[in-house]
């Protein structure tokens, strides 16, 4: 994506009012905020001086504390109690909270609330926030206390860290380059994110990253994502968008008024591996978060693609294609925006704000894409899923060495026979979208299935057989590469359900991915 349309798209997503404007959207935020906090004073006085407080202090001053996320937390959880008989929130935290911030105004303090018993208080940036969590805290700590329960009681099995120097490095580096890179889109973004928290997992709880709304302006890292500046940079610009529709939730009718999660129509993303009970189909507000940041991301690589040549001397090697990488959140975000449109159940979830957000969003991303896929194209995002499974399979080869789990021929001979059948769906899809597949398509094909024999025959191991299934899936991916995108036709009445390539395809794809899955689990 060349300088000069990267532009005007960063200025829109970054810039423009009502969904783009990082001040004006924090204006409606601290408005929002106080309004809350009106209400509180209906039960705790502590809620009516610290209107009085509020009052006193400067405007500038209110951003400071109202954006706490502590604050936040504890104006939204103690309203749901006090309003709505939500769950029930101590009067004593709140008691506590709103002494303290009551108290951070009245000295016109330098660092939000949280940050005033940090022993080791560290800045991501040159501004006051993003702050990065540590664990070297003053003892008497109410407002560090009660962050760690709010933590605790969201994300059981991690735990919060106090970043090492390294961990600390890169961030300061990612944040760097992100500025470099998108200067004004990352400004926007990280107004927004009062808090960078290190966490760790345990061993069987997987974490990359995370945003919470119960716990807003967090962003949750692990100091796997921080590995180089590149990365570093990406997961911060994501993370932060996904902080950044939280406020853009608080104070836009995105959503209908009587829109609730959990019992919200659902968009399946193909390029995620299928799961049980469905947990990789997202309600409503989930996918309209994840197109919000598939869009960012597109201005993000295509930056990078740009500018990584003249940066890597600074910056270190970019490990990434930023071309492909464009290319797929362009693709993701498209085929997000079309479900969104086009499906009235979605529609009907949506508040005025949350149609013009999708139509925002979606011109956009039209103005800037030299090659949209078709409506109804979905395949080339299952083939996306398809070969970075190939991608986890080599990963998870060289882990195990030459074992495999369990009962090495028993694992050789699935693993040839999830090969063998690949190749004949394949076989069947290219011959259902126009012509026969090219000869030099079948004589690859027809060389892999005698290769597949051969093994066969020797009982061959499990990591020779991977090593034939990883051929494979190379040869597929060529042969549908300079295929026109795939539609998802229905099948006509009475029909098999079979003469549609893209549903042979994902049908392949989720039948493969499902023993890549066992394999996984068996070697973890």
Aim: proline share 6%.
């Amino acid at each position: 994506m060349a300088d000069g349309a990267r532009y005007p798209l960063e200025v829109a997503l970054a810039d423009s009012q009502p969904l783009g404007d990082c001040d004006y959207i924090w204006q409606r935020v601290c408005l929002q905020y106080r309004r809350r906090v009106e209400m509180l004073g209906e039960y705790s006085e502590h809620a009516r001086r610290f209107l009085l407080a509020l009052d006193d202090a400067p405007v500038e001053q209110h951003r400071r504390v109202l954006g706490d996320p502590v604050v936040r937390a504890t104006v939204d959880g103690s309203l749901s109690y006090f309003k709505m008989g939500g769950e029930p929130f101590f009067e004593d935290d709140l008691r506590t909270v709103f002494r303290i911030a009551t108290a951070n105004l009245r000295k016109a303090s330098t660092v939000p609330p949280l940050a005033e018993a940090s022993d080791d208080h560290f800045r991501a940036s040159d501004r006051l926030w993003p702050w990065v969590w540590s664990g070297e805290r003053a003892d008497d700590d109410p407002f560090g206390d009660l962050f760690q329960r709010l933590f605790s009681r969201y994300h059981h099995g991690l735990v919060l860290l106090t970043p090492d120097s390294r961990t600390r490095e890169m961030l300061l580096a990612g944040m760097e380059l992100v500025q470099v890179l998108c200067p004004r889109l990352s400004r926007s973004a990280m107004s927004h994110v009062h808090l960078i928290a290190l966490v760790a997992a345990g061993r069987s709880a997987r974490f990359t990253s995370m945003t919470n709304p119960q716990v807003p302006g967090v962003i949750f890292l692990s100091s796997s994502v921080l590995s180089n500046p590149w990365q570093a940079a990406e997961i911060l610009l994501h993370e932060a968008m996904h902080v950044k529709f939280v406020d853009l939730e608080h104070t836009h009718s995105l959503l209908s008024e009587d829109y609730d999660a959990s019992s919200s129509p659902t968009i399946r993303p193909p390029w995620n591996r299928a799961q049980p009970d469905n947990v990789n189909e997202w309600p409503v507000n989930r996918a309209l978060t994840v197109l919000h940041v598939y869009t960012c991301l597109t201005l993000f690589f295509g930056a990078v693609a740009d500018r990584s040549a003249s940066l890597e001397a600074q910056y270190g090697p970019c490990e990434v294609d930023p071309a492909k990488q464009v290319r797929r959140s362009l693709d993701r975000a498209h085929y997000l925006t079309q479900q969104l449109e086009r499906h009235e159940e979605c529609q009907e979830c949506l508040g005025f704000a949350g149609r013009l957000f999708v139509a925002w969003l979606g011109g956009m991303l039209r103005s800037v894409d030299p090659a949209p896929p078709p409506e109804d194209s979905y395949a080339h995002l299952v083939l996306d899923l398809y070969e970075r499974e190939a991608d986890e399979l080599q990963a998870l080869i060289a882990r195990s060495g030459r074992g495999a789990p369990g009962d090495d021929a028993q694992w050789g001979a699935s693993i040839r026979e999830v090969a063998r059948r690949e190749i004949d769906s394949t076989l069947l899809a290219l011959s259902m979208i126009a012509e026969p597949p090219a000869p030099s398509v079948r004589v690859a094909f027809q060389e892999h299935a005698a290769a597949l024999g051969a093994l066969e025959d020797a009982k061959a191991s499990f990591r020779d057989s991977a090593d034939a299934l990883l051929s494979v899936r190379r040869s597929v991916s060529q042969a549908f590469r300079g295929v026109a995108p795939i539609a998802e036709a229905k099948s006509p009445p009475g029909d098999d359900g079979k003469s549609a390539p893209g549903a042979v395809i994902r049908e392949m794809v989720e039948d493969s991915g499902g023993h890549i899955n066992a394999l996984a689990a068996a070697l973890a």
